[in-house]
């Protein structure tokens, strides 16, 4: 059974494009994330969500939107796609005052 | 300003010796320090963590220690194997953090037959 699974795995676009990352937990968690890998290897959070609300917001561009439907998903949507949006992008869960987070596998994304 | 370092450089070692990474912080305050393991084109997996109030931690084969006065935590793997091998993470997280972890860049550990 799949913890934290994202779609796509891949993402190879256009610049000026808009595209959108899902990410789905099973494991009962309240608080959901976002985070850029960049190709230096950092691991950068970007938005935090707990029970649907947005808790952790970073210095992040307004092109990148989180939505949340429900405790067990968070999406992130992207517009205008810019070629430094290229990373790998992670999506991880928490339960709220646990420490231990469980990341997915991760969305490589490539701007062209 | 707020700074997580550690070594860029890859640490390679031979099989069935002790591994030891270092994690440096500055002008953090962590209420706690973990590592995590990442494997490529993985996600991280989490391994350990160890609060401010504790020196030393344990898992079979991994150890953990932490020194707020040095602001270092090392993270030890006794008997090393091949499937040791990997990028190690650590994370600091704290109240200064606003509740979010904040990644060193990793270790990436090669451990040879």
């Known amino acids: 059974d799949t913890a934290v699974s994202q779609t796509p795995k891949y993402l190879v676009t256009q610049m000026g494009n808009d595209k959108s990352i899902k990410c789905e937990q099973n494991?009962?968690?309240?608080?959901m994330y976002w985070y850029k890998q960049d190709s230096k290897k950092f691991l950068k959070i970007m938005f935090s969500y707990n029970n649907k609300e947005l808790i952790i917001n970073e210095t992040v561009p307004n092109r990148f939107s989180p939505k949340s439907p429900d405790k067990a998903h968070l999406n992130l949507h992207i517009n205008s796609l810019e070629l430094g949006d290229s990373a790998v992008y992670f999506c991880?869960?928490?339960?709220?005052?646990?420490?231990?987070?469980?990341f997915g596998p991760g969305t490589r994304l490539l701007v062209l | 300003s707020q700074k997580i370092e550690q070594n860029s450089e890859a640490l390679n070692i031979q099989e069935g010796k002790t591994a030891t990474l270092t994690c440096n912080y500055t002008?953090?305050?962590?209420?706690?320090l973990q590592w995590y393991r990442q494997d490529p084109g993985r996600g991280p997996v989490f391994l350990l963590l160890i609060r401010e109030n504790e020196k030393e931690k344990r898992k079979e084969r991994l150890k953990v220690t932490f020194d707020t006065t040095l602001k270092q935590s090392l993270f030890h793997i006794t008997a090393s194997q091949p499937a040791d091998s990997a990028t190690y993470l650590c994370?600091?997280?704290?109240?200064?953090?606003?509740?979010?972890?904040?990644f060193g860049q990793g270790t990436t550990l090669q451990v040879k037959p």
């Open positions: 494991l009962g968690h309240d608080t």
């Open positions: 994370a600091l997280y704290g109240s200064s953090n606003t509740g979010k972890l904040i």
């Open positions: 002008n953090y305050s962590p209420a706690y």
């Open positions: 991880a869960s928490s339960q709220r005052n646990q420490e231990t987070q469980y």
